[in-house]
Nanobody
Framework: QVQLVESGGRSVQAGRSLTLSCAVS???????MGWFRQVPGKEREGVAS???????TYLGSVRGRFTISQDNAENTLFLQMNDLREEDTAMYYC????????????????RGRGTQVTVSS
């Protein structure tokens, strides 16, 4: 059974940094993994993706501030978030999929329960 468990979310002031982690278990040979976020009442928004070949894509508003990476040995996905802004406030989810068409807005078939990031001024 696939499990994705996010951690690292918390409340921070604008301009600060956070690193989110996603521990993957059960199945670990996903081709595509990524992060997306959602604010209550709004549609989910893809943030970043990375495929098995190391190809990375980002949402335009986070490019240059966020960095996605993975530790294959530890089956963990990361999202380093720098220069956080109030508009980055959301529940952040880790996603995983086998599809080869891997982009930051991919509709990942597997997801975790999320970790809340709140950015205040």
């Amino acid at each position: 059974q696939v499990q994705l468990v996010e951690s690292g979310g918390r409340s921070v002031q604008a301009g600060r940094s956070l690193t989110l982690s996603c521990a993957v278990s059960g199945v670990t040979n996903f081709y595509c993994m990524g992060w997306f976020r959602q604010v209550p009442g709004k549609e989910r928004e893809g943030v970043a993706s990375i495929d098995r070949g190391g190809r990375i894509t980002y949402l335009g508003s986070v490019r240059g501030r966020f960095t996605i990476s993975q530790d294959n040995a530890e089956n963990t996905l990361f999202l380093q978030m720098n220069d956080l802004r109030e508009e980055d406030t959301a529940m952040y989810y880790c996603g995983a999929d086998w599809r080869s068409n891997c982009y930051y807005d991919s509709p990942f078939v597997h997801r975790g329960r999320g970790t809340q990031v709140t950015v205040s001024s």
